[in-house]
C-alpha cells in the first residue's frame, strides 16, 4: 500500500507533468539573431588541430634532418672504408724495377737476402731493412714524411710500430716518386678523407714494405701469421644510446580497440543487449613524435581510433512461447542497429622508458607513460589514458635504436554514446614501432 | 526534410539545416531552461550556450530517431552543468528548514489543477537550487532517483530528501501566493 508521501509525489508528479509536458515558450528575436549569427560563422580552425600538425611537422623535419646527416656521415665512413682499402691495395702491389714489390701488411723482423726473382713478383714476405726507422708521428701524418733510403749491406730492424712498421733488407732504394706517394697516403688525415660529421676512426696504415723476391728458402714460413690491416680498419663496437642523453622519438602504433561498457539506470531506455563484432572497423592508429631528455620522453601525438557495437532495442513485439499448459514464456523482440564510432585526437603525452639488457638475448625495454588528447571533431571531449608497453631493442647504428613490442593503453574516461544510458571505455591494445635517434656526437 | 537528413545536413554543418532544426526546438528547449533557470535572464543564457552544445555535439548522434530525447537530455545537462559551476556549493550545503503539510484531507489528487502555469512556473523559480533541479528531473522530466543521483554527483538518498524538502516548499510557496489548500480541493 502506498503511503502518503508516494501518493502525494505520484499526484505532484502527475500534475506538474500534465503542466508542463507541452510547455514552450518563444525566444526573444534578439536570442534568434545571436544564434543565427553564430551558426553562420564559418567553422572554427581549431587551433589545438593546427598546434599538433604544425609540431608534428617540424618534429619530422628534424627528424628528416638528422637521418640525412646520419646518413652523410655513413656515407662518408664507407668512402673513407672504401679509400684505405684502395690505399691497402695500392701498396700492396706497387712493381718496382720489374721485380719489387711494395707492401704494407707485412710488419716483421725477418731478414731476407735481396734479389730479384721475375717469376714470383708479388710474394708479400716480412723484410728486414736498413732504413731507418719512420718516426711515430709521421705515421699520424702530422709530420712532414721522411723519405726511405735503403742501404745496401747495412742491416737495421725497425722497431715494430703498431706491428705494422715494415723491415726492409734491400740493396736497393725506394724511388722516391713512390716513396712520396706512400708518405702522401699516410699524410692525408682521415679527416679529411671522410668529410661531414665523421668520427675519426683509429686507421693506422703501415709504411709500404718492399717485398723482394728471393730464390732462397722461405725463412718465414714457420712464423705466425700477422694481425691484418682490416683489423685496426674496423669501426668501434656500437654503445648503446645513452637513454638519459637528448634523441629524437618517433612511434608508430596500430591498435586495436576493445570496449568496456557501461549502462547506466535510464527509465527510457530500450536497449535489450549490446555486443562488440570482431572487426576491422575496430582497427586505428597513432603517432607520436617528441624528444627524450632528463630521462624522460615528451611526446606529440595524433590518433585515430574507431570501434563498433551492436545494440538491439526493443520493439513493442514479443514472442510467446508455450512451455506447458497454459504456461507462455514471452520474450520481447528487438532490432538490432550497428553503430560505428570514430575519433581523432591530438595530444601531449610522457612516457619513461626502462632498458634492460639480457645475457645472450640482447636488450629489451618497458615503457609506461600517461597522455592527455583531445578529440578534434567539434565535441571536443578530453581523453586521458596510460599506457605499457615492451618488447626487443634493435641497435640500428651507433645513435639509433629501434624499438618494437606490445602496446596497451588503459582509458581513465568513460566515453558517452548516443544513447545516454551507454558509456564506452575504449581502451587499445596493439604493436608498438618506435625510432630513438640520440643526437649524432 | 525528413528528421535524419536533417540531423545529417547539420552534421555536414549546413547552415540552412541547423536554422532549421533551431527553429524545431527552440520554443521547447527555451521551456525547459526556464523551469531549471532561477530568473529568464539565466534560462536565456542556459539556452545560449546549450543550443550551441548541441550543434556542437550533433556528430555524436547515431540514430536520428531518438533525437527529440537527445536534445532534451542535452539542454538538462547544460543546465545542471549551469548551476554546477555556479551554486554546486549551494546546493550541497544548503540547509533549508523542513515545511511540515498538515492535510486535512486526502483529496490532494486536484493539487495544481486549477493553477495557472505561469504561477507555477514562479513557485518552481523561487526555490533554492537544489531542490529545484530535483523537482523538475523527478516530478517534470521523469528521472529515477539513481539516475538524478548520477548527474548531479549526489547520493540516491539526498536525491529523495532534497525532493521531499523541495515539494514542501514548493506547496508552501503557492501557499504564499494566496493559494490556500482550501481554495485547491
Excluded at chain 1, 513485439?317 to 506447458?324: I, L, M, N, T
Excluded at chain 1, 619513461?352 to 645475457?359: I, L, M, P, S, V
Excluded at chain 1, 578534434?376 to 629501434?402: C, E, H, P, Y
Excluded at chain 2, 495544481?112 to 530535483?134: C, M, Q, T
Aim: net charge positive.
Amino acid at each position: 500500500m502506498k503511503s502518503f508521501d508516494d501518493e502525494l509525489n505520484d499526484a505532484i508528479q502527475k500534475a506538474l507533468h500534465d503542466s508542463f509536458e507541452n510547455f514552450e515558450r518563444k525566444p526573444r528575436a534578439s536570442i534568434d539573431q545571436k544564434i543565427y549569427e553564430a551558426l553562420d560563422k564559418p567553422a572554427r580552425v581549431r587551433p589545438l588541430l593546427l598546434s599538433a600538425a604544425a609540431v608534428l611537422v617540424l618534429l619530422l623535419g628534424f627528424g628528416v634532418k638528422e637521418m640525412s646527416e646520419r646518413y652523410a656521415s655513413f656515407r662518408a665512413i664507407t668512402r673513407s672504408r672504401a679509400t684505405n682499402e684502395e690505399l691497402k691495395e695500392r701498396a700492396n702491389v706497387v712493381p718496382l724495377h720489374g721485380n719489387i714489390v711494395v707492401s704494407t701488411d707485412q710488419p716483421s723482423h725477418t731478414r731476407h737476402n735481396a734479389s730479384a726473382n721475375p717469376a714470383r713478383p708479388n710474394i708479400h714476405r716480412p723484410l728486414k731493412t736498413t732504413a731507418p726507422a719512420k718516426p711515430a708521428s709521421m705515421l699520424h701524418g702530422h709530420t712532414k714524411p721522411v723519405p726511405y733510403k735503403v742501404k745496401a749491406g747495412a742491416e737495421a730492424v725497425l722497431p715494430a710500430q703498431n706491428n705494422t712498421s715494415p723491415v726492409i733488407d734491400s740493396e736497393h732504394a725506394l724511388p722516391v716518386q713512390i716513396q712520396d706517394n706512400a708518405v702522401a697516403y699516410h699524410d692525408m688525415d682521415v679527416n679529411e678523407i671522410a668529410t661531414g660529421r665523421l668520427v675519426p676512426l683509429p686507421v693506422d696504415l703501415a709504411m709500404p714494405a718492399i717485398s723482394l723476391d728471393v730464390n732462397s728458402e722461405d725463412s718465414t714460413s714457420g712464423e705466425p701469421e700477422p694481425r691484418p690491416v682490416r683489423e685496426k680498419l674496423d669501426f668501434p663496437r656500437y654503445q648503446p644510446s645513452d637513454k638519459k642523453s637528448f634523441a629524437w622519438i618517433f612511434n608508430l602504433s596500430a591498435t586495436n580497440t576493445f570496449q568496456s561498457i557501461y549502462l547506466l539506470p535510464n527509465a527510457e531506455s530500450r536497449i535489450l543487449k549490446v555486443s562488440f563484432p570482431v572487426s576491422t572497423a575496430n582497427l586505428g592508429y597513432k603517432f607520436s613524435a617528441g624528444f627524450q631528455t632528463l630521462g624522460l620522453q615528451w611526446l606529440f601525438h595524433y590518433s585515430h581510433l574507431s570501434w563498433k557495437a551492436e545494440y538491439i532495442y526493443a520493439i513493442d513485439e514479443f514472442k510467446a512461447d508455450e512451455q506447458g499448459a497454459n504456461r507462455y514464456v514471452f520474450e520481447r523482440l528487438g532490432k538490432a542497429e550497428t553503430v560505428t564510432s570514430k575519433v581523432e585526437l591530438a595530444g601531449v603525452g610522457i612516457k619513461k622508458q626502462f632498458d634492460f639488457k639480457g645475457k645472450r638475448s640482447g636488450r629489451f625495454f618497458t615503457q609506461i607513460g600517461a597522455d592527455y588528447s583531445r578529440q578534434l571533431q567539434s565535441s571536443g571531449r578530453n581523453f586521458l589514458t596510460g599506457s605499457i608497453s615492451a618488447g626487443k631493442v634493435f641497435t640500428m647504428n651507433k645513435n639509433t635504436d629501434l624499438i618494437i613490442g606490445p602496446y596497451f593503453e588503459y582509458n581513465f574516461n568513460k566515453v558517452p554514446t548516443a544513447e545516454y544510458s551507454i558509456k564506452v571505455r575504449p581502451n587499445q591494445v596493439g604493436l608498438s614501432l618506435g625510432l630513438r635517434m640520440n643526437r649524432a656526437k | 526534410m525528413e528528421l535524419a537528413e536533417l540531423v545529417k545536413a547539420c552534421q555536414r554543418q549546413d547552415s540552412r539545416a541547423q536554422a532549421v532544426f533551431y527553429d524545431r526546438y527552440k520554443s521547447r528547449l527555451l521551456g525547459v531552461c526556464l523551469r531549471y533557470a532561477k530568473t529568464v535572464a539565466e534560462a536565456e543564457d542556459i539556452f545560449q550556450e546549450g543550443i550551441l552544445r548541441i550543434f556542437a555535439k550533433i556528430n555524436d548522434i547515431q540514430n536520428p530517431q531518438s533525437i527529440d530525447n537527445w536534445v532534451k537530455t542535452i539542454m538538462v545537462r547544460h543546465a545542471i552543468d549551469y548551476y554546477n559551476q555556479v551554486t554546486r556549493k549551494e546546493m550541497l550545503s544548503a540547509s533549508h528548514d523542513d515545511v511540515k503539510l498538515d492535510w486535512e484531507n486526502n483529496d490532494y489528487t486536484l493539487l495544481f489543477s486549477k493553477l495557472d502555469i505561469s504561477l507555477l512556473l514562479e513557485a518552481i523559480n523561487e526555490l533554492p537550487d537544489g531542490y529545484r533541479i530535483v523537482i523538475n528531473m523527478h516530478f517534470i522530466d521523469g528521472y529515477k532517483h539513481a539516475e538524478i543521483a548520477e548527474m548531479l554527483g549526489i547520493k540516491e538518498v539526498t536525491s529523495r530528501s532534497q525532493l521531499l524538502k523541495g515539494r514542501n516548499l514548493l506547496i508552501k510557496k503557492l501557499e504564499q501566493k494566496g493559494i490556500k489548500q482550501h481554495e485547491i480541493f
